[in-house]
């Protein structure tokens, strides 16, 4: 930790143990959960606008969907989707120990099946975050934007792809080439888009925050 990070860590609220204990299994395992001040953009959406309804694009082993749990109004609910059966029957077994109330629902789908099937039963929801397959972000906007309540949030995580993305397009395999390439379209699809206010953050991995006008 950098001396910023530990400035930051004094004022944030602490993590609750089973969290800090997947954050460390995440670590040793190369699994790839959200950073702290990700979690902070995050925890400050859930707060101000109290959504009813959360959704996530990849699940992993749930880290993110319990982290966001801790901060959901009475009543709310998150649906997050995951595809690797490996990942989703970690996050079940998470889910079944820390969400024993069952807040949280996981649908066991490829995210873009699922997403287009949320959008034929007319599901709307306050905050989306987006934190899955880089490569088919550009693909999943038209049906996430129609998925967001006017007010809502979506949150994109990992946009510099590991601060691969703004390096130079020679130092890297075809297929993160390909993956860059998605990642920039995305990018220009955000900020230039019509119905949404746009952030991007240069935080933990890059994080873009687009809010539904
Ligand atoms: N949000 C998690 C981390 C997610 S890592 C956290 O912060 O704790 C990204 C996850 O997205 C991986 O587990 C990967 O299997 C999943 N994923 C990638 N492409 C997907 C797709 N097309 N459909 C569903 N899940 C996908
Ligand atoms: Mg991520």
């Known amino acids: 930790m950098n001396s910023v990070d530990i400035f930051l860590e004094l004022y944030?609220?602490?993590?609750?143990?089973?969290?800090?204990?997947?954050?460390?299994?995440?670590?040793?395992?190369?699994?790839?959960?959200?950073?702290?001040e990700t979690g902070d953009i995050i925890r400050y959406y859930l707060q101000s606008l109290a959504p009813e309804n959360v959704l996530e694009i990849g699940t992993a082993i749930g880290y993110s969907a319990l982290f966001m749990r801790e901060y959901l109004r009475e009543g709310?609910?998150?649906?997050?989707?995951?595809?690797?059966?490996?990942?989703?029957?970690?996050?079940?077994?998470?889910?079944r120990k820390y969400d024993p109330d069952s807040m949280i629902t996981l649908i066991k789908e490829d995210?873009?099946?699922?997403?287009?099937?949320?959008?034929?039963?007319?599901?709307?929801?306050?905050?989306?975050?987006?934190?899955?397959?880089?490569?088919?972000?550009?693909?999943?906007?038209?049906?996430?934007?129609?998925?967001l309540e006017?007010?809502?949030?979506?949150?994109?995580?990992?946009?510099?792809?590991?601060?691969?993305?703004?390096?130079?397009?020679?130092?890297?395999?075809?297929?993160?080439?390909?993956?860059?390439?998605?990642?920039r379209e995305y990018m220009k699809d955000i900020t230039g888009h019509e119905g949404l206010n746009t952030l991007i953050l240069p935080v933990d991995d890059g994080v873009a925050i687009c809010q539904k006008k």
């Open 150 to 183: 006017p007010g809502g949030v979506l949150i994109t995580d990992n946009i510099f792809h590991n601060g691969a993305v703004v390096s130079s397009r020679y130092a890297v395999t075809q297929r993160d080439r390909t993956i860059h390439d998605r990642l």
């Open 76 to 95: 709310a609910h998150i649906t997050t989707i995951e595809k690797i059966e490996s990942r989703y029957t970690e996050a079940e077994n998470n889910f």
């Open 111 to 147: 995210a873009l099946f699922a997403i287009e099937k949320l959008r034929e039963d007319k599901k709307v929801y306050g905050v989306i975050f987006l934190d899955a397959a880089k490569g088919q972000y550009p693909t999943y906007l038209p049906i996430l934007f129609e998925l």
């Open 12 to 36: 944030r609220e602490p993590l609750p143990d089973h969290l800090v204990e997947l954050e460390e299994y995440a670590r040793i395992n190369n699994v790839p959960v959200m950073g702290r």
